[in-house]
C-alpha cells in the first residue's frame, strides 16, 4: 500500500485512526464497524468511511473494518513500521520530559542521544543517555545513523542549530523553539506550540462561558 493520492487532511488524521485502532487491538477488538468507531472517535461515520475508504475495501458491508489489518497499513503510512532514530538538541526541562518519555520509543522513535551547551549536564544519564556537549555533536552524526532532530533549546539559538543539523544531513527537524526555522525544500520541519493548544481551548473555554451566560 502506498499513500499516494491520500489527501493531506486525511493523513493528518491518520495518528488518531492510529491510536483508536492500537487501543482497540489491545483490547482484543477484530473488527468494528463505522459506526461504533464513530461513536468512539466522535466523528461522524461517514467521514470515518470517507477517510477509511482509501486504504481499499476493508470496511464491507455488514462485517466493519478488520482492526488488525487497518493498524498495520496505517502505520506504514506513517512509517511507524521503521525505527526512527532522534537525537534532542537542549537538554533542559522539555528536553530531559521527551527523552524520558518511553511511549516515543514504543512508536518506533528512539532517543539515541542528547545535546546541551551547559557542562554541568554533561554526563548525566536519562534513559541509559548520557548528556553530551554540543562540540561532540558533529562526530556523533557522522558515526551514527540519525534521521530526526528535536530542538529543545532557546528560541535564540534554534536557527543557527538548524542550520548546523541540515549541514550535517538531518532532514526532518521536530521544532520546539517559538521561531519558524528557514530550511531547505529537502528538510521537512514539525512544529510543535503547546501554547497554541492553550490558546484555542481558552477561545472554546471563553466561548463556552459566554454561550452559557447568554441562556442563564
Ligand atoms: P530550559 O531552559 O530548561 O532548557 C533549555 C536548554 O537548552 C538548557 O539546558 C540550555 O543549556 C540549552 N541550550 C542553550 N543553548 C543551546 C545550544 N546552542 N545548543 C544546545 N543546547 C542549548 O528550557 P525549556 O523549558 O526546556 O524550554 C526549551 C525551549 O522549548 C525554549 O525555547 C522554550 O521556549 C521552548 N518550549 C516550547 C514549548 C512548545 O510547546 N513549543 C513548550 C515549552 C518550552
Given at each position: 500500500?502506498d499513500?499516494?493520492?491520500?489527501s493531506k487532511?486525511?493523513i493528518?488524521?491518520?495518528?488518531?485512526?492510529?491510536?483508536?485502532l492500537?487501543?482497540?487491538?489491545?483490547?482484543?477488538?477484530?473488527?468494528?464497524?463505522?459506526?461504533?468507531?464513530?461513536?468512539k472517535?466522535?466523528?461522524?461515520?461517514s467521514?470515518?468511511?470517507?477517510d477509511?475508504?482509501?486504504?481499499g475495501g476493508?470496511?464491507?458491508?455488514?462485517?466493519?473494518?478488520?482492526?488488525?489489518?487497518?493498524?498495520?497499513?496505517?502505520?506504514k503510512?506513517?512509517?511507524?513500521?521503521?525505527?526512527?532514530?532522534?537525537?534532542?538538541?537542549?537538554a533542559?526541562?522539555?528536553?530531559q520530559?521527551?527523552?524520558n518519555?518511553?511511549?516515543f520509543?514504543?512508536?518506533?522513535?528512539?532517543?539515541?542521544g542528547?545535546?546541551?551547551?551547559?557542562?554541568?549536564?554533561?554526563?548525566?544519564s536519562?534513559?541509559?543517555?548520557?548528556?553530551?556537549?554540543?562540540?561532540?555533536l558533529?562526530e556523533?552524526?557522522?558515526t551514527?545513523?540519525?534521521?530526526?532532530?528535536?530542538?529543545?533549546?532557546?528560541?535564540?539559538?534554534?536557527?543557527?542549530?538548524?542550520?548546523?543539523l541540515v549541514?550535517?544531513?538531518?532532514?526532518a527537524?521536530w521544532?520546539?523553539?517559538h521561531?519558524?526555522?528557514?530550511?531547505?525544500?529537502?528538510?521537512?520541519?514539525?512544529?510543535?506550540h503547546?501554547s497554541?493548544?492553550l490558546?484555542?481551548?481558552?477561545?472554546n473555554?471563553?466561548r463556552?462561558?459566554?454561550?452559557?451566560k447568554?441562556?442563564?
Amino acid at each position: 500500500m502506498d499513500d499516494k493520492g491520500i489527501s493531506k487532511a486525511v493523513i493528518r488524521r491518520l495518528p488518531r485512526y492510529y491510536r483508536y485502532l492500537g487501543e482497540l487491538l489491545e483490547e482484543g477488538v477484530e473488527r468494528i464497524s463505522s459506526n461504533e468507531l464513530s461513536e468512539k472517535m466522535r466523528v461522524t461515520a461517514s467521514q470515518i468511511r470517507q477517510d477509511l475508504n482509501n486504504f481499499g475495501g476493508f470496511g464491507q458491508q455488514g462485517y466493519g473494518y478488520n482492526v488488525p489489518y487497518l493498524y498495520t497499513e496505517i502505520g506504514k503510512i506513517l512509517g511507524l513500521d521503521k525505527t526512527h532514530h532522534m537525537i534532542i538538541i537542549g537538554a533542559g526541562n522539555l528536553g530531559q520530559a521527551l527523552a524520558n518519555y518511553v511511549q516515543f520509543e514504543k512508536r518506533g522513535f528512539k532517543v539515541v542521544g542528547i545535546f546541551d551547551v551547559n557542562p554541568v549536564l554533561k554526563g548525566i544519564s536519562i534513559r541509559g543517555n548520557e548528556i553530551r556537549m554540543m562540540d561532540e555533536l558533529p562526530e556523533f552524526l557522522e558515526t551514527h545513523d540519525v534521521q530526526i532532530a528535536a530542538l529543545t533549546l532557546p528560541k535564540n539559538n534554534a536557527a543557527e542549530t538548524a542550520d548546523m543539523l541540515v549541514k550535517q544531513g538531518i532532514k526532518a527537524i521536530w521544532n520546539f523553539a517559538h521561531l519558524d526555522l528557514d530550511v531547505p525544500e529537502d528538510v521537512i520541519v514539525e512544529n510543535v506550540h503547546l501554547s497554541e493548544s492553550l490558546m484555542r481551548l481558552s477561545y472554546n473555554l471563553n466561548r463556552y462561558v459566554s454561550e452559557h451566560k447568554e441562556k442563564k
